[in-house]
């Protein structure tokens, strides 16, 4: 069964510093990734995608991610980081067939200190 | 950009009694979900629905949750006697056809509160 990690529960980093939010997944054919953003008691807005190609992702609001297949992983990064951007962030996998469903993390909570 | 339209925002409702989340796809999409978050925790798959009928659902959609698309644009989510342990916020998604170049939107959620 397909199944998504986030090792980092929370992250505290200062505005200006570069960010990378770790993601792992498990499953057996080639993944659907996602990266979604959720700030305080609203929606999921997507960051970002990869379903195939170029294994270098550009996302929204300056966002990117890096599909790895020999590590199983699909990192968000951020080179510099903006006070707006702390919000809970969610990395997602979804399989193929009909059902098409998203299997999330269990999230990182990303807080900037000046 | 279009979206997924969910109402109401905020819902209070009493233990037992029955309640009918809302959501309005876009309108060229096929596939449509339920998720639900409990506060604090992850978000949880409980429904896709394809075709007119549910294509799978979560052991968390038991017999207390049915679905509907009952005119071809609004598609609802149903608990019938709610429990304290529904209280969440419950977000509908919609996704075009194949996951290949789409991704999923999903609304701004219905905030389930069982009392």
């Given at each position: ?70 590590q199983s992983s699909f990192n968000l990064r951020k080179p510099s980081v903006h006070w707006s951007d702390a919000a809970e962030y969610f990395c997602a996998v ?21 | ?70 005119d071809g644009s609004n598609f609802t989510l149903k608990i019938r006697s709610t429990k304290l342990e529904d209280s969440a916020m419950y977000f509908c998604a ?22």
């Open positions: 069964a397909q199944s998504v990690t986030q090792p980092d529960i929370h992250i505290t980093v200062s505005e200006g510093a570069s960010l990378e939010l770790r993601c792992n997944y498990s499953y057996g054919a080639t993944p659907y990734l996602f990266w979604y953003v959720q700030s305080p008691g609203q929606g999921l807005q997507l960051l970002l995608k990869y379903f195939s190609g170029d294994t270098l992702v550009q996302g929204i609001k300056g966002f990117e991610a890096e599909f790895k297949r020999s979804a399989r193929g067939g009909a059902t098409n469903k998203l299997i999330f993390g269990t999230g990182t909570l990303l807080a900037v200190q000046p | 950009e279009p979206e997924v339209t969910q109402t109401p925002s905020h819902q209070v409702t009493q233990m037992g009694q029955e309640v009918i989340l809302r959501c309005v796809p876009i309108s060229n999409h096929l596939y449509f979900y339920w998720y639900r978050q409990i506060l604090g925790q992850k978000v949880e798959f409980l429904v896709s629905f394809y075709n007119n009928e549910i294509s799978e659902k979560s052991e968390i959609f038991d017999d207390q949750f049915s679905v509907e698309r009952p919609s996704m075009g056809q194949g996951a290949r170049g789409y991704g999923y939107t999903f609304g701004s959620g219905t905030r389930l509160t069982v009392v």
